[in-house]
């Protein structure tokens, strides 16, 4: 059933994969939508991303967290999603805490990716899953989407430069909450990333605590939404804005001694989320 969904979402996939397809951000050598990003290690670099990434509005979801779904997420300059993964009517399903409050298939979701990942030859994405399933599970739908010769596996050694992971193809950065390796991409999340609280009500509470991992890890994840008690586009109105994400990214940043690697928004289309990442990554006139 796992190869068959993924089947069935790979044949309108445009046929070529990486090697023909058009990269339409930045210029034909850029990493990114930056031809400086090339040079810059995965560590050093921060990626515009996206909290609870599977639920969103435009596909029904109820109490969604994102106004758009995966591929209209990376087209926008997504590349860092959030997924949760659970076991539904016998199959991997994208859900949230109930997949009766929303669900996609698992196959579809990444064959989403894989599809984005084809036609952008120079994109680099990461994507934290909170597992609820057998790794085995996994790691079959990414052989069935063939998503699998796209992930890079850390040797616990210097991180990689984007470059060189756009001239392996090797372009898809893996990491799970509640399980780990074998197979080696599939990393343990905490042993890769490290993290920020993430259960606030109010902007003044905003923290940049270690919550998760260690600071040694050498990925920094940054939980920058609201939850009074549920995730509302009038909350991301508010902390989206330049003024209190940049601000927070980068006193977390010289807090824990640290550059912020995926900074993770609710409702990412409304604010500033775009504009700040370029900032912090050099780019784009500096903030006041």
Not at 28 to 52: K, P, Q, S
Not at 86 to 91: K, R
Not at 120 to 126: A, K, M, Q, S, T
Request: proline share 7%.
């Amino acid at each position: 059933m796992l190869v068959l969904l993924a089947l069935c979402c790979t044949a309108g996939r445009p046929p070529g994969g990486a090697d023909t397809a058009p990269d339409p951000g930045g210029s034909a050598t850029a990493c990114n939508g930056h031809d400086e990003l090339c040079e810059r290690r995965l560590d050093a670099v921060t990626f515009a991303g996206t909290h609870n990434s599977m639920s969103n509005a435009d596909a029904g979801w109820m109490i969604p967290n994102q106004q758009h779904g995966l591929t209209r997420q990376l087209e926008d300059g997504i590349r860092a999603l959030m997924l949760d993964t659970y076991e539904y009517n016998g199959e991997p399903y994208l859900c949230h805490a109930s997949c009766e409050l929303g669900a996609q298939p698992l196959a579809e979701g990444l064959d989403e990716i894989a599809a984005f990942l084809d036609t952008h030859p120079r994109e680099v994405v990461l994507v934290i899953f909170e597992d609820h399933i057998p790794v085995e599970d996994t790691v079959a739908v990414f052989d069935a989407v063939g998503l699998t010769d796209r992930t890079w596996a850390w040797d616990g050694g210097t991180m990689p430069t984007l470059g060189q992971l756009v001239a392996e193809d090797r372009r898809l950065v893996i990491g799970a909450e509640n399980s780990g390796p074998p197979p080696d991409w599939y990393h343990a999340a905490w042993d890769l990333f490290f993290d920020t609280p993430y259960d606030f009500w109010d902007a003044t509470e905003f923290s940049c605590e270690l919550n998760r991992g260690s600071v040694d890890n050498p990925l920094f994840l940054v939980n920058h939404w609201l939850s009074d008690p549920l995730s509302d586009e009038s909350n991301a109105e508010e902390v989206n804005q330049a003024d209190v994400l940049e601000s927070r990214a980068r006193r977390c940043a010289e807090e824990q001694g640290h550059p912020v690697n995926f900074l993770a928004v609710d409702f990412y289309a409304v604010g500033d989320l775009f504009e700040v990442v370029d900032r912090l990554n050099g780019f784009g006139t500096p903030s006041p």
